[in-house]
């Protein structure tokens, strides 16, 4: 009798438990889950099943139909470690998902595997935070941010006394803001691993931002910090007084064609993840690049900037330049306003996402190529993922310059 009692009071305690911390639950295994090799492909299309999202991003009324061309034929070879290895093997190696190439505005090709389509809406990480800086320098444009080296606190007073007090705006797009901060995705116990399940649970991301701590000066040492973006899409958020959906689609989704809707991750408190949460299909991702390639020009309207993308796609400063070396970088390739600049004395410049997304241009051949990916090596092969895919992309742009 008594061990009935105790098994009884033992599910009724479990039946509890469920009831208040179920969803949460389920939410941290599906976020556990989520790169899991077996299931990474279906899971990078169907982001809706994991995370609050915002609403659409409705495609423009007017949507921009690229041309087609049929001249074009795919390299077989490209060069990379001192070796030649063929482009297939290394398409079906990173696991791709999408891959579109442009030239002068024109496709050249457009391919789709592991279920994708063409309407697909793939999350593309942190390719979302080169999105974010265009809408920075529309805003700073406009007046609503009187200077890129204005401290974040002129206009997030909330963060006064926290980590980020010191740090201007520059700092924040040059991810030199000397946050503390480890953005290992392999390391369980890293920051962006808590970060993800402190939101997957109900914590807002702006709350989380006001717990991390300073270590180093801002300004002198460039490291990668995802919650740096973040306090952008806060900044552009507080000086238009709307959403940062709603300002990418008055600013950029309406004004240059994107043909079909995206949406991004939110956090409970319904804050769009602009660190990394947007979710588009492969052709607008090219559309976005070949605007830059344009130098933010769209059938003659000035969409963004054309001193911001020229400033955004260069390393201004010595902690910013590639291979600045230990003492100012932790990384190799170089960074100018949210986007990689992946090489000394190149022209070339790409946006990255982790698991393999990308927005490459090559302004001297007039190319974009748009890429998604679901590597599930990315982990484990970070830099030489993306240092081969920048080799596989200019092998393409040189085929199509020489022809």
Do not use: C
């Amino acid at each position: 009798m008594r061990m009935n009692w105790i098994i009884f009071i033992s599910i009724f305690i479990l039946i509890i438990l469920a009831i208040i911390f179920g969803p949460n639950a389920w939410r941290l295994y599906k976020v556990a889950n989520l790169f899991d090799k077996n299931t990474i492909s279906y899971n990078f299309i169907n982001m809706k099943e994991f995370f609050p999202t915002s609403t659409p991003i409705k495609a423009s009324e007017n949507p921009h139909i690229f041309k087609k061309r049929d001249d074009f034929y795919m390299p077989e070879l490209y060069e990379f470690g001192g070796e030649k290895k063929p482009i297939q093997e290394a398409i079906d190696y990173f696991n791709t998902d999408g891959l579109m190439i442009l030239k002068d505005g024109e496709v050249l090709y457009e391919n789709y595997w592991n279920k994708n389509k063409e309407n697909s809406r793939h999350i593309i990480w942190s390719v979302s935070k080169s999105f974010l800086s265009a809408l920075v320098g529309i805003a700073l444009d406009e007046g609503l941010i009187d200077d890129i080296n204005d401290p974040i606190i002129k206009y997030l007073k909330d963060f006064e006394g926290t980590g980020y007090e010191g740090v201007s705006i520059k700092n924040l797009l040059q991810m030199s803001s000397g946050i503390a901060f480890n953005e290992d995705y392999g390391d369980p116990d890293s920051d962006i691993n808590r970060y993800a399940r402190v939101t997957a649970t109900g914590t807002s991301q702006r709350e989380f931002a006001k717990t991390l701590k300073n270590s180093r000066e801002p300004g002198t040492y460039n490291h990668y910090i995802s919650l740096d973006s973040q306090m952008l899409g806060m900044l552009v958020a507080e000086v238009t007084n709307m959403t940062v959906k709603e300002y990418l689609y008055e600013k950029i989704w309406s004004q240059i064609g994107m043909q079909d809707d995206a949406f991004y991750l939110t956090d409970k408190q319904e804050v769009e993840m602009s660190l990394g949460g947007l979710n588009v299909t492969l052709r607008d991702m090219a559309k976005f690049g070949q605007l830059y390639l344009n130098k933010g020009n769209w059938n003659g309207k000035q969409v963004v900037p054309a001193e911001w993308v020229s400033n955004s796609t260069v390393p201004l400063g010595k902690h910013v330049q590639p291979n600045a070396g230990d003492q100012f970088t932790s990384d190799a390739w170089g960074y100018g306003y949210q986007w990689w600049i992946p090489g000394p004395g190149v022209s070339d410049y790409t946006a990255h996402g982790i698991y393999n997304q990308f927005i490459y241009v090559n302004p001297e051949s007039g190319v974009v190529i748009a890429k998604t990916s679901s590597n599930f090596n990315f982990i484990e092969e970070r830099q030489y993922t993306k240092d081969a895919h920048i080799a596989i992309f200019r092998a393409i742009a040189k085929s199509i310059s020489e022809k």
